[in-house]
């Protein structure tokens, strides 16, 4: 027998249980069955210790700020981004308060954002980047740090050992944060089960067919019992993570054609010395080596995960041919059609300074490792830390002329039709999923969208306009997202009852 349902969404990750929250609020008579191949949600990308977790605002990420021929900088992507996750922000905690999600405290909280470079040209640099954005209505309190004493005050872990005849400099937010954005899933996904979703896991999505009437006939294995059902849905949505490529090659949709992925792994070194984490109370993002791709920017990260502080300091890149972090070696192969070979063989030619990052990072031994550590601390030593591994990127890459470009970022893909959509792509990603549900509600609901906007807009006041032209409604906002997610008190910082302020 065929189920039916009105939507599918495919993968237990932070995107299909944002999806679900909308809709459920939006249109909460709407069936919705839910499939994920793992046993747990949030186990690959989604999954804390599988991510950065910065709550990505460009506060403190300089790829977003990057510098021109000319020397000035460009915020235009900063500014942008920033937008974006003042939407997540304002969804989050309309949610807290209807209790769609319950303690804030569980999934953000608030850390420094900090942007840290060392050298004449690149603390001049930063310098161009505050003053262009420190008069921002998204950057407002953003400071400038130039001297060894504040420095040392502020990072003293980074501070130990330093050489300040080499001169350094730091960007420093006081109103960033940290997301587990694990928990956050978790949280949603219970929300959506409540309500009376059918969450399957341990259940793999094989197959998708078109319909002659434009639903979507989709097989589904459960990997127990390894019986096979079908399900009948009249929207999909892949948030497969890595594996949403290949499951939109399988739809068919014509607007797929032309892209294909990049896996990259990534490793982080976790500390592993209570004194050490205690000492550290901050994100702190520097600059990615002359020649590595922007995805490779290193960072000493302040981590709130089940209410205990952490610290990594990474990423170092790996690379393998799965497209999830419990895929398989076959992922890559299986996605190379003849409608995405051109573009992954022009990107092959053209990322050569990609190629030799990952060969270098792949030679790089755990001692090795250790020694690029102690550019942001000088001291480090071996036995404080250990090698994690963190979850798969698929790199867009998308058709350009007779070739391809290979993009940083995320994309919706959505069919014609508006009966699937799906996401590609890894960075900004999770800090930014509001705004991209939100867009494949636009374009797969255009007719309920009309009607859904008044609601929308009692979730997210800002829908539709930019924050950065309207200051006192980014006040407002700014205000009411802080005191309902509880991220006011930024001074004491307390998380469990452990005090990170050393």
Request: net charge neutral; with cysteine; aromatic share 8%.
């Amino acid at each position: 027998m065929t189920e039916k349902t009105d939507v599918v969404l495919i993968g237990a990750g932070i995107m299909s249980a944002t999806l679900g929250a909308l809709l459920r609020q939006l249109q909460p008579e709407w069936s919705i069955s839910l499939f994920e191949r793992l046993d747990a949600a949030a186990a690959e990308s989604s999954d804390p210790w599988n991510n950065a977790g910065t709550g990505h605002s460009a506060l403190c990420e300089l790829n977003y700020s990057p510098q021109n021929a000319d020397g000035s900088v460009d915020v235009t992507k900063a500014i942008d981004i920033n937008e974006r996750f003042q939407v997540s922000r304002q969804f989050w905690a309309h949610a807290v308060e209807n209790g769609v999600l319950g303690d804030p405290s569980r999934f953000i909280n608030p850390i420094p954002h900090v942007s840290f470079v060392h050298g004449a040209d690149d603390v001049q640099y930063l310098r161009k980047r505050y003053e262009a954005l420190a008069g921002h209505p998204l950057f407002e309190g953003m400071e400038y740090v130039d001297t060894p004493d504040e420095f040392a005050r502020r990072l003293p872990l980074m501070a130990k050992g330093r050489d300040f005849s080499d001169p350094v400099a730091l960007n420093w937010t006081d109103g960033g944060t940290d997301i587990d954005f694990g928990s956050l899933t978790k949280e949603l996904l219970g929300y959506l089960g409540a309500t009376g979703a059918n969450l399957a896991f341990g259940h793999e999505v094989r197959d998708l067919d078109k319909q002659r009437d434009g639903s979507w006939k989709i097989r589904v294995r459960n990997l127990r019992t390894r019986q096979t059902r079908t399900v009948e849905a009249k929207f999909v949505f892949v948030g497969a993570g890595g594996g949403a490529l290949p499951l939109l090659q399988k739809s068919g949709i014509k607007e797929i054609k032309g892209f294909a992925g990049f896996p990259v792994s990534g490793q982080f070194l976790r500390c592993t010395n209570p004194a050490l984490i205690a000492k550290h109370e901050a994100k702190v993002y520097g600059k990615a080596a002359v020649g590595a791709p922007p995805m490779s920017v290193p960072h000493l990260d302040t981590r709130v995960i089940n209410g205990k502080p952490g610290l990594l300091f990474g990423p170092y890149a790996g690379w393998t041919p799965k497209f999830l972090k419990d895929g398989s070696n076959t992922d890559l192969f299986k996605s190379i059609n003849a409608g995405n070979l051109a573009p992954m063989l022009g990107v092959g030619l053209t990322e050569m300074s990609l190629v030799k990052y990952l060969v270098s990072e792949l030679l790089k031994s755990q001692s090795g490792k250790v020694y690029t550590m102690e550019e942001f601390i000088p001291r480090a030593e071996g036995r404080d830390w250990e090698l994690i591994t963190a979850g798969q990127r698929v790199q867009i890459i998308r058709r350009k002329g007779v070739g391809g470009v290979l993009e940083l970022g995320t994309a919706v893909i959505a069919a014609k039709d508006g009966s699937i959509a799906g996401l590609l792509g890894a960075s900004p990603g999770a800090s930014t999923c509001v705004t991209a549900m939100l867009d494949v509600l636009q374009r797969c609901f255009p007719r309920e969208y009309a009607d859904w906007t008044p609601r929308l807009r009692q979730m997210i006041p800002s829908l539709g306009v930019k924050l950065s032209d309207d200051k006192a409604l980014f006040h407002d906002v700014w205000d009411w997202t802080n005191k309902a997610l509880n991220l006011n008190n930024a001074n004491t910082r307390k998380h469990a009852g452990v005090a990170l302020t050393p």
